[in-house]
């Protein structure tokens, strides 16, 4: 640094020696630089200190020597990124692929989309994501998913030489550090009463005992709805007692006309694909559905050149996930009535089941292999996850309300006086 000089030239209040583009605010002494960047627009930075000031003026001159795409970049809207971002993506599944257009589509596209890539700063993107998340109520998953298409689109403007930065890096863990977010609901999970009473209930029912068997395979196998309704008799090792997961059945819209189809898609992960043993109620289950098959007819539809799925509708079609969700949604409600009328009769309160869909039957399962199982690779095997986090957060989960059941339980049975 410059010493103090008696020279004429542009000083500090201590007598330092300004550079070109530097000076100093009367009111209160901070340092500023003003430059012209490659787009040229004015700049300005701030420090308190000249030295900061210096060491942020080399930062800056480093990143104006890339050789930046400046006229390039300054034409391109984030939609236009995004497009091409999503153009390139050959490997993407379908329906990863459709999901994060139409969040686009419907969240993006219209507003925040048309600003240009060279003015999106970090900040811009933190009030974005908090505006969907405060005041268009989406929820966080919602949100990531956004951030999982636009985050690799700037990225992919950093190698094509556009940008310098990524001004979504560490975005939605900065996020949800913030007051504002709140932590997704608790998943639901059927405690052992109540999974033992409905499963009783639908085995029972002259109306529901249809859907017996494949209300059984979920929440005896954990196996994911798409995974279930994919299921083929080759996939059922009856012998061994091993369910081979191996594809999805999916039914979503294509891009061409907008029409929904059903399709096969393999698993998203290398966890997805996986072996999940058959315990004696499930394969009694099993059993029951190919009885059932053998009166109405087993599944005639081929999909992508897939057949015999083992789940099949009077039509011997395979089931849609809406409507295996609507039959648990109508069997809970039938449950609960019948419960509550059987309740009263015995003088005890009822066992209420929660409204709850495929999703849930398959955290259930999870909960009761955490239960009784410590191992978390294992349990992360079964469950097909890809993320050990996630295993993690279901076991403690499961362990703190054990921790409480227990602590409950000693009370009134420590004697201390």
Known sequence: MSRPSKSDKRKDKDGYVLRKGESQKKGDGRYVYTYTDGYKKRRYVYARTLVELRELEKKIRDDMT??????????????????????????LKPSTKLNYINNYRNHVRDGFGKKRIVDIRYTDIKIFYHELLVDKKLSISTVENINNAIHPAFKMAIRDQLLIRNPTDDIMGEIKKSKEFKSPEKRIALSIPEQKSFMQFLYNSPEYKGWYPIIAVLVGTGMRISECLGLRWEDVDMKERLISVNHTLEYRPIEEHGRCEKHIETPKTDAGERTIPIFDEVFEAILLEYQYQKCLGFCKEEIDGYSGFVFSTAENKTYLQTAVNNGIHRAVKAHNAQEKIKADLEGRDPIIVPDISAHNLRHTFCTRLCEVEQNLKVIMSIMGHSDIRTTMEIYAEVKKEKKQEVLSNLQGKIIIS
């Open 66 to 91: 890339f050789d930046l795409d400046y006229s390039a970049a300054s034409r391109m809207t984030l939609n236009d990124l995004f497009d091409r971002y999503i153009k390139q993506k050959y490997n």
